[in-house]
């Protein structure tokens, strides 16, 4: 018997309409989303259970905060300088 694989992805996008359409697929082929739609939130998500993600998915651009109303054009930028800063010791 094979045992199944299974992955949880963490999202970080601000726009669930796109997920959404995502969201069937991914649990067909076992992954779970776990969505955050702000950096903030997907950084509190992170230090609790770094470890349970297989993969994290950044929008290109998206809210840093969770008060934020728009987007941000460096949220990539900012978002990697966390993760190398934060969590590059916890892989």
């Not at 669930?16 to 992954?31: F, H, N, R, V």
């Not at 903030?40 to 998206?62: H, V």
């Amino acid at each position: 018997m094979r045992e199944e694989t299974f992955y949880k992805v963490l999202w970080v996008e601000d726009d669930l309409s796109i997920i959404q359409g995502y969201q069937i697929i991914a649990e067909s082929k076992d992954i779970e989303l776990d969505v955050a739609t702000n950096w903030e939130e997907a950084e509190e998500k992170l230090r609790i259970n770094f470890k349970e993600y297989s993969a994290i998915i950044l929008d290109a651009q998206c809210k840093i905060k969770k008060a934020d109303t728009v987007a941000s054009k460096l949220f990539l930028g900012q978002c990697l300088c966390s993760l190398i800063k934060n969590f590059r010791r916890k892989a």
